[in-house]
T-cell receptor, first 115, second 109 residues
Framework: GAVVSQHPSRVICKSGTSVKIECRSL??????MFWYRQFPKKSLMLMAT?????????EQGVEKDKFLINHASLTLSTLTVTSAHPEDSSFYIC???????????FGPGTRLTVL | GENVEQHPSTLSVQEGDSAVIKCTYS??????FPWYKQELGKRPQLIID?????GEKKDQRIAVTLNKTAKHFSLHITETQPEDSAVYFC????????FGTGTRLKVLA
């Protein structure tokens, strides 16, 4: 299957700082990528849909000014958590949609811990 | 928007027995229903999926059934093994995936 990478896999930061997470599709071009957040023992909650070359579409309740998404190329989307606080600590997972097979492929996730 | 409910939240079975997890969805336009297995700290792994033009699909010990009229779909695992222990998520999709709340499956040896 298609390969999606995410970087970093784990990050610890101080409260008030910003953190950037990268999501890359390695062997296909993804016009659409998705960002999810998963709290411990909870489900994956869709945060936003990232479309190459246009603004992201955010789900209800997700602050677009806090979670900045950039999808500048067909293989890279970034999520920046701005002014992170401890309640932002979570597992962030991206997925990339392969239009050739109409299926999403998930990255390995990024564990964010805000102190 | 789409809403997906999943039951049960936890399920314990003896090794060799079958396990069934059920999901219901709200949006009749949803046309793709994947099931994922997730181990602690790992990405979800697709184990089986079904599209709305099919009523049942099987892959070795795993099967999925879909009832479009009732808007529910189920995952069936037969001859369970300890390595089947994990959290399982269903999802319903038109374009974006909406996940169910998850089922923690424990297979007791």
């Amino acid at each position: 299957g298609a390969v999606v990478s995410q970087h970093p896999s784990r990050v610890i930061c101080k409260s008030g700082t910003s953190v950037k997470i990268e999501c890359r599709s390695l062997d296909f071009q993804a016009t659409t990528m998705f960002w999810y957040r998963q709290f411990p023992k909870k489900s994956l909650m869709l945060m936003a849909t990232s479309n190459e070359g246009s603004k992201a579409t955010y789900e209800q309740g997700v602050e677009k000014d806090k979670f900045l998404i950039n999808h500048a190329s067909l293989t890279l989307s970034t999520l920046t958590v701005t002014s992170a606080h401890p309640e932002d600590s979570s597992f962030y997972i991206c997925s990339a949609r392969d239009p050739g097979v109409n299926e999403q492929f998930f990255g390995p996730g990024t564990r964010l811990t805000v102190l | 928007g789409e809403n997906v409910e999943q039951h049960p939240s936890t399920l314990s079975v003896q090794e060799g027995d079958s396990a069934v997890i059920k999901c219901t969805y709200s949006d009749s336009a949803s046309n793709y229903f994947p099931w994922y297995k997730q181990e602690l700290g790992k990405r979800p792994q697709l184990i089986i999926d079904i599209r709305s033009n099919v009523g049942e699909k099987k892959d070795q010990r795993i099967a999925v059934t879909l009832n479009k009229t009732a808007k529910h779909f189920s995952l069936h695992i037969t001859e369970t093994q300890p390595e089947d222990s994990a959290v399982y998520f269903c999802a319903a999709s038109i374009y974006k995936y909406i996940f169910g709340t998850g089922t923690r499956l424990k297979v007791l040896a």
